[in-house]
């Protein structure tokens, strides 16, 4: 059996694809010499589509080019114009049509359409009903709610999934209060409608303001679109908007305290087979037209204002037989992340008592007050937690839930969180009462004592330091540095390299991404490819220094090629120009010695430090050089303050430091990220070489990433473009070789970057299971979001590099798994 189905953009923008579709079928029928195009866009037929059960069936949907407003506006057109499409489906060989959207709504919901023609047709909204009524079931179950003691608001009355959605829930004995159109309905006749035994339970109302002051569990479900503003909805609230156009006017920020979810969709996944797909995602009343099809059924099941619970509950059963279920939830398109829902029992529960809990503030003023868009990106992939404690290689929320961290900061906790001696330190200064800001009355004490430790374990013959309070500002004062120590101005450094985000060490970051915004940069800053020393050597001449990392962290830790540091060294020594190795990320134990570039015998001219150096409790940079740079730039009264700054340099962040450098040269962690980083890279490698999609494991020391295969993808997005092409009717495929060269550029460049970002997304997939399945903090790194950086704590032990090895992989066998491999 054939069916037919009509569908119609619920937006000016899809109406618009609508009519671009339309133009590129009339130019191919043209072209073909067939005249014409009608004025709708058939859009591909579902092949074959078999259920569970054997039974079969195959259908045509069509696209009208009209909006909502456009067809209830003018009802006798619209209704005209609709039944044409019928008959026009009914002579294309459907034996069953199903009415969509506002289809199904113009001529007393379908039934002036029926009368008309000589072919059944269903407004599908049984199905809907029940897809939104099983949903609701679920919400409450997960929630912990029982439907009996929650008074439900239903929006929409007296329209048919409206009113049939009431009597569902009053046959459960939930409490309704039933908002009806204003100034167009008799609430009291609205009401005469239901069974005597119901009507203590329901409450009709023409005020939808009173209906959600009632209420914070809603159904809506009315034919108007856009009567419901999610900022105006109380905390707590659960609302499922069953309406297209969508009832609930979404907030440009998503609220916490709200949870919208889409309502009246089935899922069929992989339980039918059809030549063309069936969406995650099928509204319940084109669900209900391919059922009815399967079951050889070509009726009017659905039409009318009156739907019987009855039949609503058979077109459910007969749905989960042919293997339709409801459609998990959804906010706009999107799944909810997982944990999501569950978790919004505590955001009710809060609500009723009139509280919200620290976490639940904290996300809110985060994503209100500090970044919305990170904080959206967050909720999006299941990392918004907010974490009370940390100790170790462990954070913890305020419920208790343990994590172990393999992001330390990106690489602020080498020592780990809150290192008893390191917080001990900070502890008895403070409350000994030293003076911690007196650096510009008088002699730092700490200070001096702390640039003295770092110039002896520091490589080479470093003698003098200056402090600041963070390492992109250790990086501006080392280009500062150069320049006045060397009377030249260009700075050379590597492609794909992070110095920071200030102007001066954004100058000297090699990825485009991060300077777009901010051009003119620093002038006379050059760069050249990571690793080539005849580079190097052409663009040094002349230059005041060449700065680098012995490891790209934020580059995707990428490790310099053997004998690399060395060399540039040698190269810069020839020229007359600084080296100044950035051993922010790198230093202090991280890579397996005190600084990376020891291992390679390199003595730089400049050492920039951060991060670790102060255990990550307190802001501390520090710029370490020798007294032949430290006096040509300022070895005179005037030039001796030419640079300084006002936090820098104080006794507490330095006595912080002290402590902290105690702890790495006492508790040995050099050597111990040196053992257990070759331990993790080599159960890395174990579990990670079946799956394809892992491009390398990589890294030295407790410094290493996982990179994703950047053409995993590849020529998904051309192929997916091909295949529709190829199914749409009328030879659209033909249009592509005519063109502009400038269009099929820019698309294939789009394609590109589909592709790339759906590694992207593969990354962030992987970050999020690994938090939420495993408990184990990971992220991306700054320059690509294709590798997923892994830099624990330094005091990790073997049993946490085993568990994180596990972990891994597990993920990636239920990603492959998904993938369809």
Same mark, same amino acid.
């Given at each position: 059996?054939?069916?037919?189905?009509?569908?119609?953009?619920?937006?000016?923008?899809?109406?618009?694809?609508?009519?671009?579709?339309?133009?590129?079928?009339?130019?191919?029928?043209?072209?073909?010499?067939?005249?014409?195009?009608?004025?709708?866009?058939?859009?591909?037929?579902?092949?074959?589509?078999? *259920?569970?059960?054997?039974?079969?069936?195959?259908?045509?949907?069509?696209?009208?080019?009209?909006?909502?407003?456009?067809?209830?506006?003018?009802?006798?057109?619209?209704?005209?114009?609709?039944?044409?499409?019928?008959?026009?489906?009914?002579?294309?060989?459907?034996?069953?049509?199903?009415?969509?959207?506002?289809?199904?709504?113009?001529?007393?919901?379908?039934?002036?359409?029926?009368?008309?023609?000589?072919?059944?047709?269903?407004?599908?909204?049984?199905?809907?009903?029940?897809?939104?009524?099983?949903?609701?079931?679920?919400?409450?179950?997960?929630?912990?709610?029982?439907?009996?003691?929650?008074?439900?608001?239903?929006?929409?009355?007296?329209?048919?999934?409206?009113?049939?959605?009431?009597?569902?829930?009053?046959?459960?004995?939930?409490?309704?209060?039933?908002?009806?159109?204003?100034?167009?309905?008799?609430?009291?006749?609205?009401?005469?409608?239901?069974?005597?035994?119901?009507?203590?339970?329901?409450?009709?109302?023409?005020?939808?303001?009173?209906?959600?002051?009632?209420?914070?569990?809603?159904?809506?479900?009315?034919?108007?679109?856009?009567?419901?503003?999610?900022?105006?909805?109380?905390?707590?609230?659960?609302?499922?908007?069953?309406?297209?156009?969508?009832?609930?006017?979404?907030?440009?920020?998503?609220?916490?305290?709200?949870?919208?979810?889409?309502?009246?969709?089935?899922?069929?996944?992989?339980?039918?087979?059809?030549?063309?797909?069936?969406?995650?995602?099928?509204?319940?009343?084109?669900?209900?037209?391919?059922?009815?099809?399967?079951?050889?059924?070509?009726?009017?099941? *659905?039409?009318?204002?009156?739907?019987?619970?009855?039949?609503?509950?058979?077109?459910?059963?007969?749905?989960?037989?042919?293997?339709?279920?409801?459609?998990?939830?959804?906010?706009?398109?999107?799944?909810?992340?997982?944990?999501?829902?569950?978790?919004?029992?505590?955001?009710?529960?809060?609500?009723?008592?009139?509280?919200?809990?620290?976490?639940?503030?904290?996300?809110?003023?985060?994503?209100?007050?500090?970044?919305?868009?990170?904080?959206?990106?967050?909720?999006?992939?299941?990392?918004?937690?907010?974490?009370?404690?940390?100790?170790?290689?462990?954070?913890?929320?305020?419920?208790?839930?343990?994590?172990?961290?393999?992001?330390?900061?990106?690489?602020?906790?080498?020592?780990?969180?809150?290192?008893?001696?390191?917080?001990?330190?900070?502890?008895?200064?403070?409350?000994?009462?030293?003076?911690?800001?007196?650096?510009?009355?008088?002699?730092?004490?700490?200070?001096?004592?702390?640039?003295?430790?770092?110039?002896?374990?520091?490589?080479?013959?470093?003698?003098?330091?200056?402090?600041?309070?963070?390492?992109?500002?250790?990086?501006?004062?080392?280009?500062?540095?150069?320049?006045?120590?060397?009377?030249?101005?260009?700075?050379?450094?590597?492609?794909? *390299?992070?110095?920071?985000?200030?102007?001066?060490?954004?100058?000297?970051?090699?990825?485009?991404?991060?300077?777009?915004?901010?051009?003119?940069?620093?002038?006379?800053?050059?760069?050249?490819?990571?690793?080539?020393?005849?580079?190097?050597?052409?663009?040094?001449?002349?230059?005041?220094?060449?700065?680098?990392?012995?490891?790209?962290?934020?580059?995707?830790?990428?490790?310099?090629?053997?004998?690399?540091?060395?060399?540039?060294?040698?190269?810069?020594?020839?020229?007359?120009?600084?080296?100044?190795?950035?051993?922010?990320?790198?230093?202090?134990?991280?890579?397996?010695?005190?600084?990376?570039?020891?291992?390679?015998?390199?003595?730089?001219?400049?050492?920039?430090?951060?991060?670790?150096?102060?255990?990550?409790?307190?802001?501390?940079?520090?710029?370490?050089?020798?007294?032949?740079?430290?006096?040509?730039?300022?070895?005179?009264?005037?030039?001796?303050?030419?640079?300084?700054?006002?936090?820098?340099?104080?006794?507490?962040?330095?006595?912080?430091?002290?402590?902290?450098?105690?702890?790495?040269?006492?508790?040995?962690? *050099?050597?111990?990220?040196?053992?257990?980083?070759?331990?993790?890279?080599?159960?890395?490698?174990?579990?990670?070489?079946?799956?394809?999609?892992?491009?390398?494991?990589?890294?030295?020391?407790?410094?290493?990433?996982?990179?994703?295969?950047?053409?995993?993808?590849?020529?998904?997005?051309?192929?997916?473009?091909?295949?529709?092409?190829?199914?749409?009717?009328?030879?659209?495929?033909?249009?592509?070789?005519?063109?502009?060269?400038?269009?099929?550029?820019?698309?294939?460049?789009?394609?590109?970057?589909?592709?790339?970002?759906?590694?992207?997304?593969?990354?962030?997939?992987?970050?999020?299971?690994?938090?939420?399945?495993?408990?184990?903090?990971?992220?991306?790194?700054?320059?690509?979001?294709?590798?997923?950086?892994?830099?624990?704590?330094?005091?990790?032990?073997?049993?946490?590099?085993?568990?994180?090895?596990?972990?891994?992989?597990?993920?990636?066998?239920?990603?492959?798994?998904?993938?369809?491999?």
């Amino acid at each position: 059996m054939k069916f037919g189905f009509l569908v119609h953009p619920v937006s000016a923008q899809q109406q618009n694809m609508i009519r671009a579709a339309t133009l590129l079928a009339a130019t191919v029928a043209g072209r073909a010499g067939r005249g014409p195009a009608a004025p709708y866009l058939p859009v591909p037929s579902f092949g074959h589509i078999v *259920s569970p059960t054997g039974a079969s069936c195959s259908g045509e949907v069509r696209y009208i080019p009209h909006t909502a407003p456009d067809l209830l506006g003018h009802v006798s057109e619209s209704v005209s114009y609709v039944i044409d499409q019928v008959r026009s489906l009914h002579d294309n060989g459907a034996a069953l049509v199903g009415l969509g959207g506002a289809t199904s709504i113009i001529g007393n919901r379908g039934q002036r359409i029926a009368d008309q023609v000589d072919i059944p047709v269903t407004s599908g909204n049984s199905l809907t009903a029940h897809a939104a009524h099983r949903l609701l079931h679920e919400v409450l179950d997960t929630l912990g709610e029982d439907i009996g003691t929650v008074p439900i608001g239903v929006i929409g009355a007296p329209g048919s999934i409206a009113t049939a959605l009431a009597s569902l829930l009053l046959e459960d004995g939930a409490e309704v209060v039933l908002a009806c159109r204003k100034g167009r309905v008799d609430p009291l006749l609205v009401l005469a409608e239901f069974p005597q035994r119901h009507r203590d339970r329901v409450e009709v109302t023409t005020d939808l303001a009173d209906c959600l002051a009632k209420t914070t569990v809603v159904l809506a479900a009315s034919s108007s679109g856009a009567i419901v503003e999610e900022t105006a909805l109380r905390p707590g609230t659960v609302v499922i908007d069953v309406a297209l156009p969508r009832d609930v006017v979404h907030a440009e920020r998503p609220r916490e305290d709200v949870l919208i979810l889409d309502g009246g969709l089935m899922t069929a996944g992989s339980a039918l087979g059809s030549g063309f797909g069936l969406s995650e995602q099928l509204n319940g009343c084109l669900a209900e037209t391919i059922v009815l099809a399967l079951e050889q059924r070509p009726e009017s099941y *659905s039409l009318g204002r009156q739907l019987d619970p009855a039949r609503i509950g058979e077109i459910g059963e007969l749905a989960a037989r042919h293997g339709f279920r409801v459609a998990r939830p959804a906010r706009l398109g999107r799944p909810l992340p997982d944990g999501r829902l569950a978790g919004f029992a505590a955001v009710r529960g809060r609500a009723r008592t009139g509280g919200a809990d620290e976490s639940t503030l904290a996300r809110r003023r985060f994503a209100t007050h500090v970044n919305p868009q990170v904080g959206s990106m967050y909720a999006v992939h299941g990392l918004d937690r907010v974490f009370t404690t940390g100790h170790g290689a462990v954070l913890a929320t305020a419920d208790g839930t343990e994590y172990l961290d393999f992001v330390a900061g990106y690489g602020c906790l080498n020592v780990g969180h809150n290192h008893p001696a390191v917080t001990r330190a900070a502890r008895g200064f403070l409350t000994g009462g030293q003076p911690t800001f007196v650096q510009y009355t008088s002699v730092p004490a700490r200070t001096g004592e702390l640039a003295e430790r770092l110039c002896h374990l520091a490589p080479g013959t470093m003698e003098r330091v200056f402090f600041s309070n963070s390492g992109t500002e250790a990086v501006e004062a080392a280009l500062k540095m150069a320049r006045a120590a060397t009377g030249r101005t260009r700075i050379v450094y590597a492609d794909n *390299s992070f110095h920071g985000k200030t102007l001066g060490a954004l100058s000297v970051t090699g990825r485009e991404s991060h300077r777009a915004q901010f051009h003119p940069l620093v002038p006379d800053c050059l760069r050249v490819p990571y690793g080539d020393e005849d580079e190097l050597r052409a663009a040094v001449a002349g230059a005041a220094a060449f700065i680098v990392e012995p490891v790209q962290g934020e580059g995707g830790v990428v490790v310099a090629p053997p004998g690399y540091l060395a060399a540039a060294a040698n190269i810069c020594r020839e020229a007359g120009a600084l080296l100044i190795v950035d051993e922010i990320q790198t230093g202090l134990g991280r890579t397996g010695t005190m600084f990376a570039c020891e291992s390679q015998l390199v003595e730089p001219d400049i050492l920039c430090l951060a991060k670790s150096l102060s255990g990550g409790l307190v802001p501390i940079g520090a710029t370490l050089t020798t007294a032949a740079v430290w006096d040509a730039a300022y070895a005179s009264p005037t030039r001796s303050i030419a640079h300084t700054s006002t936090f820098g340099g104080g006794n507490f962040a330095a006595a912080v430091a002290l402590a902290t450098l105690d702890v790495l040269v006492g508790e040995e962690l *050099s050597t111990r990220a040196d053992r257990l980083g070759k331990r993790l890279r080599a159960g890395l490698e174990r579990v990670c070489a079946p799956f394809d999609f892992i491009a390398e494991t990589r890294g030295v020391g407790l410094m290493n990433a996982i990179a994703f295969d950047p053409g995993y993808f590849a020529g998904a997005t051309g192929a997916a473009v091909s295949e529709s092409l190829t199914r749409l009717p009328g030879g659209l495929f033909d249009l592509s070789d005519t063109l502009p060269d400038t269009v099929s550029e820019s698309l294939r460049h789009a394609g590109t970057a589909v592709e790339q970002a759906l590694t992207e997304l593969l990354c962030m997939r992987f970050v999020s299971a690994l938090g939420t399945r495993h408990r184990i903090l990971t992220f991306i790194t700054a320059n690509t979001n294709q590798v997923m950086r892994i830099q624990p704590p330094l005091v990790v032990d073997e049993a946490d590099i085993d568990r994180f090895v596990e972990a891994t992989g597990e993920v990636c066998g239920t990603l492959q798994h998904r993938l369809g491999h």
